[in-house]
Protein backbone atom coordinates (compact mmCIF):
# COMPACT_ATOMS: atom_id res chain seq x y z
CA UNK A 1 0.00 0.00 0.00
CA UNK A 2 2.79 2.69 1.00
CA UNK A 3 4.42 1.46 -2.47
CA UNK A 4 1.51 2.37 -4.49
CA UNK A 5 0.67 6.03 -2.39
CA UNK A 6 4.49 6.59 -3.28
CA UNK A 7 4.03 5.76 -6.58
CA UNK A 8 1.42 7.93 -6.74
CA UNK A 9 3.08 11.27 -4.95
CA UNK A 10 5.98 10.47 -7.37
CA UNK A 11 3.82 10.61 -10.41
CA UNK A 12 1.96 13.66 -9.46
CA UNK A 13 5.04 15.45 -8.69
CA UNK A 14 6.58 14.55 -11.79
CA UNK A 15 3.52 16.10 -13.69
CA UNK A 16 3.60 19.00 -11.55
CA UNK A 17 7.05 19.50 -13.05
CA UNK A 18 6.17 18.77 -16.48
CA UNK A 19 3.75 21.23 -16.00
CA UNK A 20 5.65 23.83 -14.54
CA UNK A 21 8.66 23.22 -17.49
CA UNK A 22 5.94 24.19 -19.92
CA UNK A 23 5.19 27.20 -18.28
CA UNK A 24 8.33 28.33 -18.21
CA UNK A 25 8.72 27.74 -21.31
CA UNK A 26 5.69 29.32 -22.27
CA UNK A 27 6.99 32.49 -20.08
CA UNK A 28 10.06 32.77 -21.93
CA UNK A 29 8.59 32.76 -24.95
CA UNK A 30 5.90 35.37 -24.34
CA UNK A 31 9.33 37.58 -22.76
CA UNK A 32 10.85 37.46 -25.99
CA UNK A 33 7.53 38.21 -27.24
CA UNK A 34 7.62 41.33 -25.10
CA UNK A 35 11.37 42.34 -26.23
CA UNK A 36 10.36 42.14 -30.13
CA UNK A 37 7.77 44.26 -29.43
CA UNK A 38 9.02 46.94 -27.31
CA UNK A 39 12.17 46.87 -29.80
CA UNK A 40 9.93 47.26 -32.51
CA UNK A 41 7.70 49.84 -31.03
CA UNK A 42 11.05 51.63 -30.56
CA UNK A 43 12.49 51.90 -33.67
CA UNK A 44 8.71 53.57 -35.03
CA UNK A 45 8.97 55.89 -32.54
CA UNK A 46 13.20 56.68 -33.65
CA UNK A 47 11.97 57.01 -37.25
CA UNK A 48 8.81 59.15 -35.90
CA UNK A 49 11.20 61.35 -34.36
CA UNK A 50 13.65 61.46 -37.36
CA UNK A 51 9.99 62.60 -39.44
CA UNK A 52 9.55 65.14 -37.11
CA UNK A 53 12.88 66.45 -37.01
CA UNK A 54 13.39 66.65 -40.69
CA UNK A 55 9.80 68.61 -40.65
CA UNK A 56 11.08 70.91 -38.32
CA UNK A 57 14.35 71.45 -39.72
CA UNK A 58 12.93 72.51 -42.94
CA UNK A 59 9.96 74.70 -41.43
CA UNK A 60 13.21 76.43 -39.74
CA UNK A 61 14.86 77.04 -43.00
CA UNK A 62 11.59 78.65 -44.46
CA UNK A 63 11.09 81.19 -41.57
CA UNK A 64 14.91 81.65 -42.60
CA UNK A 65 14.25 82.41 -46.05
CA UNK A 66 11.99 84.49 -45.28
CA UNK A 67 12.90 86.48 -42.62
CA UNK A 68 16.07 87.26 -45.30
CA UNK A 69 13.90 88.07 -48.22
CA UNK A 70 11.48 90.42 -45.80
CA UNK A 71 15.34 92.22 -44.85
CA UNK A 72 16.34 92.37 -48.06
CA UNK A 73 12.93 94.04 -49.15
CA UNK A 74 13.47 96.18 -45.87
CA UNK A 75 16.52 97.29 -47.24
CA UNK A 76 16.07 97.99 -50.44
CA UNK A 77 12.48 100.26 -49.57
CA UNK A 78 14.93 101.98 -47.57
CA UNK A 79 17.91 102.66 -49.91
CA UNK A 80 14.81 103.56 -52.41
CA UNK A 81 13.74 106.20 -49.73
CA UNK A 82 17.53 107.69 -49.06
CA UNK A 83 17.59 108.02 -52.87
CA UNK A 84 14.28 110.21 -53.07
CA UNK A 85 15.30 112.15 -50.41
CA UNK A 86 18.51 113.37 -52.19
Not at 10 to 17: H, M, N
Not at 45 to 68: P, S, T
Request: glycine letters at 4%.
Amino acid sequence: MRKIVMAAAIATSALGLAACSETADETGDLDEAMVADTESNADAMDAEMDEMGADMEAGANEVEADAEQAAAEAEAEMDEEMVEED
